[in-house]
């Protein structure tokens, strides 16, 4: 099982819909998690840290549910804009290596008029 | 704010050549990481330093790769001989790592990337 999975997709969504990503971790101990966009041919971008109680920024609403170990990102009143690959992205704490990041294969989405 | 400098953008050359990568981090970061994306396997570590001193190689392919950090602001990946498996983009990220209660302070800033061909 890999560390970090992720639904690859792609998500075809029409503007203004509501999709959401999920990704699942397999180490219990795992401290912390973000969410990362990458467009094509591009680096990863930070899009958001996810905090245990829940956090939104503007459209993007991100969860962590430690109990079943996956977390999610929920973007509303999708735009055009919004297409890329969302990364998920899990820092498996001490006993996995602090500060580095496992990232996810990557979900893709595409957001059409 | 500069961001992470890697270069060259982009590098082909022919099999059994040196291939040598460079990064500058985003200054004051104390760790930096050096990633491997394809379409087969994703975004893969190879590498990451902690204040110039590598602390996990275990994601490096093989002896053909090597990476150093001779100071905080440059670091470089380079691969010897080169193969044509090795190519991919190649990423370089840093992070200021400090406080790991600070989660804000292990997220990770990438570089543009290399794309590296290898025929």
């Known amino acids: 099982r890999k560390e970090v999975e992720q639904d690859p997709g792609p998500f075809n969504v029409p503007e203004g819909a509501t999709v959401a990503f999920n990704c699942t971790y397999s180490?219990?101990?795992?401290?912390?998690f973000f969410w990362y966009r990458q467009d094509c041919r591009k680096e990863p971008k930070l899009l958001m840290s996810?905090?245990?109680s829940g956090n939104e920024d503007g459209r993007f609403t991100a969860q962590l549910n430690r109990a079943s170990q996956y977390i999610s990102l929920l973007i509303r009143d999708s735009k055009l804009s919004d297409s890329a690959t969302y990364l998920c992205?899990?820092?498996?704490?001490?006993?996995?290596?602090?500060?580095?990041?496992?990232f996810g294969a990557g979900t893709r989405l595409a957001v059409h008029p | 704010d500069a961001g992470v400098i890697q270069s060259p953008r982009h590098e082909v050359t022919e099999m059994g050549q040196e291939v040598t990568l460079r990064c500058k981090p985003i200054?004051?970061?104390?760790?930096l990481f050096w990633y491997r994306q394809t379409m087969m396997r994703g975004l893969e570590l190879l590498i990451y330093?902690?204040?110039?001193?590598?602390?996990?190689d275990s994601g490096m392919p093989e002896d053909r790769f090597s990476a150093k950090m001779p100071n905080a602001s440059f670091s470089t990946l380079k691969i010897q001989p080169s193969e044509p498996r090795d190519s991919a983009v190649y990423f370089c990220?840093?992070?200021?790592?400090?406080?790991?209660?600070?989660?804000?302070?292990?997220?990770?800033?990438f570089g543009d990337g290399t794309r590296l061909s290898i025929l």
């Open positions: 990220a840093s992070s200021l790592g400090e406080g790991q209660a600070r989660i804000l302070y292990q997220a990770q800033h």
């Open positions: 180490n219990s101990a795992s401290q912390s």
């Open positions: 996810v905090y245990s």
């Open positions: 992205a899990v820092n498996p704490g001490f006993s996995g290596g602090y500060n580095k990041l496992i």
């Open positions: 200054s004051g970061h104390d760790y």
């Open positions: 330093f902690n204040n110039n001193v590598p602390i996990d």
